[in-house]
């Protein structure tokens, strides 16, 4: 890399934000399904409606304005096999090659003011045929595609022109001592023209079908899946995506979630591979916590039979001693808990979560008055583990928690109206509560899955997961369907 070029990479990689999700999806599949539609989109050129072109010119210093229209297409085909996106890594544009193109078009000439017409065939053998597209970018975050002029070999360009009545066939004489191909060549490349029209809106909406923000389930939070770049690889095109989450009911409010200082490579060898990073959970977490989400109110009434105290003064006072002489026997008590900072994750080898939560127990004294008795400080360590489902048109992370690997720890008590005691009991209690609170929490997650910034209509197989200090990667090899 010449030291100009690695200077202005050092100054883009520095200057582009921390991504919170990167994307790399494989030439290969999206080669597989360019040959999967080339056969309908050969049929849609041939409905192709070419409008005419006029051209003027001077033949013997005469001005002449030649009109070509009615072009109709006889035959269009091409080797389907051998044609494919590729990337050229002089252009870093995105090649689509057809090959062994082979069409057969009519069309009318005429040489206006001058009465002169006629109808010629044009003809195209087995010409290879690029049609470079530029990817990018937009200043809204949204991928363009721009379709540029076609890179052909179109000597193999035939023209016959049909003579029609004396003075078009004199014409017929002077006009092959002028190039008149120029001006087939032109209707050609109309015909190619057509193409990349139809296929840029076609790449243009494959990655604008992307959701570019998306709510987790019916949470009041979202994620900004706005693309910073785009790039083109050998055999992969991979994007850096925003993946800040942001509160759905206060645009305004700012994460305080600072990025590391340094971004993962991918592991994965898969075709589809998508890379959540620390900071895209450190932002949901934030979004999480900011948004009150994680906050729970249960009453007295609502904790389950299984549990082995009852939620009342007299239940609770063999794990907080001084509740019935404080406060009298079988009132009842409600638990008010919250998380009192930003959980926590952790991603090494398993995507750690370890949440702060602060729990008020609240004894309804008379059916005015509640008092807050004690606040309990605890630690919720978990395990986040996933699945991938398709649904909705959409490709879904489903996170569960793992309750072979949680557990409330740290338990302190600050606040208390009781007087000092152990928490030792309560710890026990509490954790004996935990798989009640996981199975809870599972299916509210289920519920809740997380849309992957994916193009629409790909079916997964093959998923792998990766952890790795810094990202969760996910892979698959996908279906286009
Ligand atoms: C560019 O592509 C050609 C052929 O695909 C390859 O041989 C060459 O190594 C590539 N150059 C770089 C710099 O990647
Ligand atoms: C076109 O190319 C194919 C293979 O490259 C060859 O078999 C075929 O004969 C060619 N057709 C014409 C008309 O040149
Ligand atoms: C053009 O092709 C048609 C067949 O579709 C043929 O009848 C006609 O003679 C051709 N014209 C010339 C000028 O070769
Ligand atoms: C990323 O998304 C967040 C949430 O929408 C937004 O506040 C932030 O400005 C975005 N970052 C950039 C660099 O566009
Ligand atoms: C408990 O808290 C202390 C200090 O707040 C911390 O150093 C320790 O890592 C915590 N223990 C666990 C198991 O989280």
Same mark, same amino acid.
């Not at 890399?1 to 990167?22: D, E, H, N, Q, T």
């Not at 082979?102 to 005429?110: G, L």
């Not at 053998?125 to 052909?152: K, Y």
């Given at each position: 890399? @010449?030291?100009?070029?690695?200077?202005?990479?050092?100054?883009? =990689?520095? =200057?582009?934000?921390?991504?919170?999700?990167?994307t790399s999806i494989g030439l290969a599949p999206m080669n597989k399904l360019l040959k999967a539609s080339l056969p309908s989109i050969l049929e849609e050129i041939r409905q192709t409606v070419i409008s005419p072109i006029t051209l003027s010119t001077r033949l013997l210093l005469i001005p002449l304005k030649v009109q070509i229209s009615n072009f109709e297409f006889v035959s269009l085909s091409l080797d389907i096999v051998n044609s494919n996106f590729m990337v050229n890594n002089q252009t870093n544009q995105l090649y689509l090659t057809l090959a062994?193109?082979?069409?057969?078009? *009519?069309?009318?000439? @005429?040489?206006l003011h001058y009465g002169i017409s006629g109808d010629?065939?044009?003809?195209?053998?087995?010409?290879?045929?690029?049609?470079?597209?530029?990817?990018?970018?937009?200043?809204?975050?949204?991928?363009?595609?721009? =379709?540029?002029?076609?890179?052909?070999?179109?000597?193999?360009?035939?023209i016959q022109i049909t003579p029609n009545g004396f003075i078009s066939t004199s014409f017929m004489v002077l006009s092959n001592m002028w190039p008149f191909k120029k001006y087939t060549n032109e209707a050609v490349v109309r015909v190619f023209d057509s193409v990349s029209t139809l296929f840029n809106p076609k790449l243009q909406s494959f990655f604008g079908s992307i959701k570019f923000t998306d709510q987790i389930g019916n949470l009041p939070i979202a994620a900004d899946y706005h693309f910073y770049s785009i790039q083109l690889n050998p055999n992969s095109i991979s994007s850096v995506l925003n993946g800040t989450f942001y509160l759905i009911y206060k645009t305004g409010a700012v994460s305080p979630v600072v990025p590391p200082s340094y971004l993962p490579d991918f592991v994965s060898t898969s075709s589809?591979?998508?890379?959540?990073?620390?900071?895209?959970?450190?932002?949901?977490?934030?979004a999480l916590y900011a948004s009150n989400t994680l906050n729970v109110y249960i009453s007295s009434t609502e904790v389950p039979v299984t549990f082995p105290y009852t939620f009342t003064t007299t239940g609770l006072n063999k794990l907080i001693p001084g509740l019935v002489s404080t406060y009298g026997p079988n009132l009842p008590v409600d638990l008010q808990c919250?998380?009192? @900072?930003?959980?926590?994750?952790? &991603?090494?080898?398993?995507?750690?979560?370890?949440?702060?939560?602060?729990?008020?127990?609240?004894?309804?004294?008379?059916?005015? &008055? *509640?008092?807050?008795?004690?606040?309990?400080?605890a630690e919720f360590d978990t395990n986040f583990l996933a699945t991938i489902s398709n649904q909705n048109e959409g490709i879904y992370i489903i996170g569960s928690l793992d309750n072979t690997n949680t557990e409330f720890t740290n338990?302190?008590?600050?606040?208390?109206?009781?007087?000092?005691?152990?928490?030792?009991?309560?710890? *026990?209690?509490?954790?004996?509560?935990?798989?009640?609170?996981?199975? *809870? =929490?599972?299916?509210?997650?289920?519920?809740?899955? &997380?849309?992957?910034?994916?193009?629409?209509?790909?079916?997964v197989t093959k998923t792998t997961f990766n952890l790795y200090?810094?990202?969760?990667? &996910?892979?698959?090899?996908p279906i286009f369907s």
């Open positions: 890399m @010449k030291l100009l070029s690695l200077i202005v990479f050092a100054f883009c =990689a520095l =200057a582009s934000p921390y991504p919170g999700v990167r062994n193109f082979n069409m057969f078009m *009519k069309a009318d000439y @005429k040489y010629f065939n044009i003809t195209l053998i087995n010409s290879t045929v690029i049609l470079p597209f530029q990817l990018g970018v937009d200043r809204n975050g949204v991928v363009t595609s721009e =379709a540029l002029p076609l890179i052909g070999d179109l000597s193999s360009l035939n589809v591979r998508i890379q959540l990073t620390d900071y895209y959970f450190d932002s949901m977490m934030w919250s998380v009192y @900072k930003i959980p926590i994750v952790n &991603i090494q080898d398993a995507v750690e979560v370890t949440v702060g939560t602060s729990c008020n127990f609240i004894v309804l004294v008379s059916s005015s &008055i *509640k008092v807050t008795a004690v606040t309990l400080l338990f302190s008590i600050i606040n208390s109206q009781v007087g000092i005691f152990s928490t030792d009991g309560l710890a *026990k209690a509490i954790n004996w509560y935990t798989y009640y609170v996981i199975l *809870k =929490a599972n299916s509210v997650l289920q519920d809740q899955g &997380i849309r992957l910034p994916l193009p629409e209509g790909i079916t200090p810094g990202a969760v990667e &996910i892979g698959f090899e």
